[in-house]
């Protein structure tokens, strides 16, 4: 089967060519477009169709936000999005919508080991349900349910649900986010944006002087998240203690996710932070935080913790998604 695959996240929309073969997926074309300049998805497939002269007729498309009915409002980008409709636009005879971690999700099972990186073992040959947590533009989060026999990846939308602080730290760093935003999700501190608003709450608490390059990003000419991290890597204290912080955090929450699926198969880190920052999360503070989890430790630790390094597993993903969702008719 020959399908167009897309990623379309609130920074950038990945496009290919997909043809699936007994599970197997090859990817040829593969662009990718800044999201915000483009006025909707159509827009930038026609683009994407123009750019690479592909002709085809079916799609399948993962976005950054939740999909009910074939619809979806994005998250983190002002389009909505209906498969009927993107079908008509573009003459196509079939297009599907999937969340985006749940195409993460649908491309697990099509990883090698070169496609991952092992942050904790767990127990040799675990099988079970497992999760995907991506932080990114903001907080992905999705699982798959064990039939006993494969995966069935659905999607949540976890990371909207409300955060947890667990000491007087983290206390304090709700305390300031909720005079700025009223409620706080766990996106509001596990994504890129979450970098810069630990960095923000920390800055403040330590009174410090804002290093020119996150200045520079924190008044709108560049990305705060990649300067607290290139100025964090420099050396700087405030910038240090909120990646580290930003780490724990992260290990809390896919902690939490993996308790309530019960991911004994595996957790997943997806999206773009993870990748970038392995050594950060080797150093400790994100198992710290996966692990911190009273009576329940010892099956904290039996659980694998891989992060992908393959940021082409949501195109592989929808593609699986359109294959396996096809064939059932």
């Not at 006993?148 to 986010?177: C, K, M, Y």
């Not at 290139?230 to 955090?249: D, H, K, N, Y």
Request: hydrophobic share 45%.
């Amino acid at each position: 089967m020959r399908v167009i695959v897309g990623d379309i996240g609130g920074t950038k929309t990945g496009l290919a060519v997909a043809e699936v073969d007994g599970g197997r997926v090859r990817l040829s074309a593969v662009a990718r477009y800044p999201s915000r300049q483009y006025a909707s998805l159509a827009d930038i497939v026609r683009r994407w169709m123009d750019d690479t002269g592909v002709v085809c007729d079916l799609g399948s498309f993962a976005v950054a936000g939740p999909v009910v009915g074939g619809q979806s409002r994005t998250t983190n980008l002002p389009w909505s999005v209906d498969a009927a409709e993107l079908a008509r636009l573009l003459g196509f005879s079939d297009v599907r919508l999937l969340n985006d971690l749940e195409a993460v999700a649908w491309g697990v099972d099509a990883l090698g080991p070169e496609d991952v990186a092992e942050l904790q073992a767990g127990e040799p040959g675990a099988v079970g349900n497992a999760c995907v947590v991506a932080a990114g533009t903001g907080l992905g989060e999705a699982g798959l349910f064990w039939d006993g026999a494969r995966h069935r990846p659905f999607a949540t939308e976890g990371g909207h649900t409300d955060f947890a602080p667990a000491d007087e730290h983290e206390f304090a760093l709700l305390g300031f986010l909720q005079q700025r935003f009223g409620r706080v999700s766990w996106e509001r501190v596990v994504s890129g944006m979450g970098i810069g608003n630990v960095y923000e709450f920390l800055a403040d608490l330590h009174r410090a002087e804002h290093p020119p390059l996150v200045d520079e990003a924190l008044a709108g000419n560049g990305d705060v998240a990649a300067a607290v991290a290139q100025t964090a890597a420099a050396g700087c204290p405030v910038c240090s203690e909120t990646m580290a912080m930003f780490a724990r955090l992260y290990g809390r929450e896919a902690g939490n996710l993996a308790l309530k699926l019960m991911a004994s198969g595996g957790v997943y880190l997806g999206g773009g932070i993870a990748p970038k920052n392995l050594s950060l999360l080797r150093a400790g503070d994100f198992l710290a935080g996966f692990l911190d989890k009273g009576r329940m430790r010892e099956l904290m630790e039996r659980m694998p913790v891989r992060v992908i390094l393959n940021q082409q597993a949501p195109l592989l993903g929808a593609a699986l998604c359109n294959e396996a969702l096809g064939a059932r008719g």
